[in-house]
């Protein structure tokens, strides 16, 4: 991964006078080529552009990543769908995205070519980088690679507050999805224990907001891990395989301070 320097409109103020980077992460959309069907009963592209149009009327968001599992069905159309939400949204932007297991990344680069998306996976700010790591596999379950803990590992500048966002969670979260979890998770936490800086890992694929703490040896800080609300359906965690509860769709923010504190609300729709 190359890291790109973004300088925000606020970058001043953040720089100067403690205004946070402002995140907002949407995940697991599971379109259709058809914008009329259903997932478990739930109108999936309607909840998608419910989501974005209300990150458009968020003025104090700064940018958005989507952390995979767009499609539901499979089909180039399902990514059409997406960009033309994006776009009815009028969100102008910089908007990241990687892919989840249901995905084919060259379908997301084919798509995601024109402003306001960027394929760009470390992000790099006055007092944060923003990473955005691959665990897609050859299965449902996650995998990330030696090579992509390698490149991330030489990306991560000593300086600067991480955020590390990806698909699959590598900590499980006590139901049926974690069957489908990242797969090595051990080989994860190792390579992370090496940098003192990470400080928050942002997860899809649970259709759930949850929240854990993970220590690990030589650490003076636990690192937190978010999960975030689906724009398709949430998790029944009740249920031993995939049920919808009756929320509605949803997307997390993050607020990132120059001194390395954060802070993260959940928004419902």
């Known amino acids: ?18 205004k946070p980077i402002v995140l907002a992460q949407i995940t697991d959309s599971h379109l ?43 089909t180039e159309q399902s990514y059409q769908n997406f960009v033309d939400c994006v776009n009815n949204s009028g969100i102008k932007l910089p908007f990241y995205y990687l892919a989840g297991n249901h995905d084919e990344p060259e379908f997301l680069d084919k798509y995601f070519i024109d402003l306001p998306f960027s394929s760009s996976k470390c992000i790099s700010h006055a007092h944060w980088q923003i990473q955005l790591l691959d665990s897609k596999s050859s299965t449902p379950a996650g995998y990330v690679s030696e090579q992509s803990l390698v490149a991330l590992g030489k990306d991560i500048v000593s300086n600067k507050h991480q955020l ?8 499980d979260v006590g139901y049926f999805i974690d069957k489908h979890g990242l797969q090595n998770k051990d080989d994860f936490w190792q390579a992370i224990g090496a940098y003192d800086n990470v400080k928050v890992i942002a997860c899809g694929h649970v259709h759930s907001e949850r929240e854990f ?57």
């Open 1 to 18: 991964m190359n890291c790109v320097h973004k300088n925000l409109n606020m970058t001043d103020n953040f720089t100067s006078g403690g």
């Open 32 to 74: 259709f080529a058809d914008t009329l069907g259903l997932h478990h009963g739930h109108s999936v592209h309607k909840n998608l552009c419910k989501v974005l149009q209300s990150i458009q009327n968020t003025p104090e968001i700064d940018m958005v990543a989507f952390t995979g599992d767009l499609t539901q069905d499979h």
């Open 164 to 171: 590390l966002m990806m698909h699959h969670h590598p900590i």
């Open 213 to 269: 703490k993970k220590q690990l040896p030589n650490r003076k800080e636990a690192i937190t891990m978010y999960t975030c609300p689906a724009t398709s359906i949430q998790f029944d965690p009740e249920f031993d395989g995939v049920s919808a509860l009756s929320k509605g769709p949803g997307y997390r923010i993050f607020y990132l301070y120059p001194d390395g504190k954060f802070h993260s609300n959940v928004i419902y729709l």
